[in-house]
C-alpha cells in the first residue's frame, strides 16, 4: 500500500539506529539443542553482548527446512504507530507503542495478535497467539481489533541448522512460551526476570544427580535459595 511504503522509508532509519547490527555473539560450546520444532521463547543470555540481541527475549517459531524466524518481544520504542502511518486513520486506534521486533527485514512490519485468527498471510504461534507476517495480515489486525496485538517492525531470522548452532554455544536460554510473556506490562524488565528464571533452573538442573545419587547432603531447595541470595 502506497501509504505504508511512504511512512516507512520516512521513519524506519531513525527508528532502528539505536538497535540495528548483524554479527551475533559467540559463546561457549556445550548447551543442550532445543527448540527445534516448536514455538518457544529465548533468552539471551549473559555472554550475548552483540547490540542487536543482548539482553533481548524473543520469541520463535520454526518454519520450513529447519528455518527459523522470531519477534524481539522486550523492546518498545517511543514511536507510536499513528507516528509512522498518519495518513491511516486505524493506526491512531493503537494505544501502546510500536516495538523494535529485530535487525531483520526492518522495512517491514509484524504484528502478535491475541487469538487464533486464521488469516491468510499469518502462522499460529501457540494457542491463543497468531503472528501476521503479510502487510495485509497486520492491517486486518489493525482495522479490526486494534489493541488485541503488538505491533514490531523488524524480526529476528534463523537459516537451516543457525538456531542450532546458537544453542549449542550456549547463546540462548529456552523457556516455554506464554501470551503472558509477549503482553508483559513491564516488557523492559522480562530479560532480567526470565533470566533469573533461566539461571535458577539451571541451578536446580545441575544439583539433582548429586541429590539423586547421594552424593551430599543437600537440600532440594538448596540451588534455588542460592540462586536468591545473589
Known sequence: MNWRARAMTAVLAALLAAWTSTTRAQAPEGRDDTAQTATVILVAAPNLTDASYRRSVIIVTPTEGDRHIGIIINRPTRRSLSSLFPDHAPSR????PVYFGGPMASG????IARGDRGLKGSVPL???LTLALAATAVDNIIESTPNEARYYVGSVQWQPG???QELRRGLWDVLEAD???VFSADPEHLWSQLSHQARGT???AEALPRIL?????VSVWEPIKAHRRR
Request: glycine share 8%.
Open 93 to 96: 486506534a493503537v494505544v501502546e
Open 108 to 111: 517491514a512490519l509484524f504484528a
Open 126 to 128: 501457540i494457542n491463543g
Open 162 to 164: 543457525e538456531l542450532r
Open 179 to 181: 501470551p503472558s510473556l
Open 202 to 204: 539451571m541451578a536446580m
Open 213 to 217: 545419587e547421594g552424593e551430599r547432603e
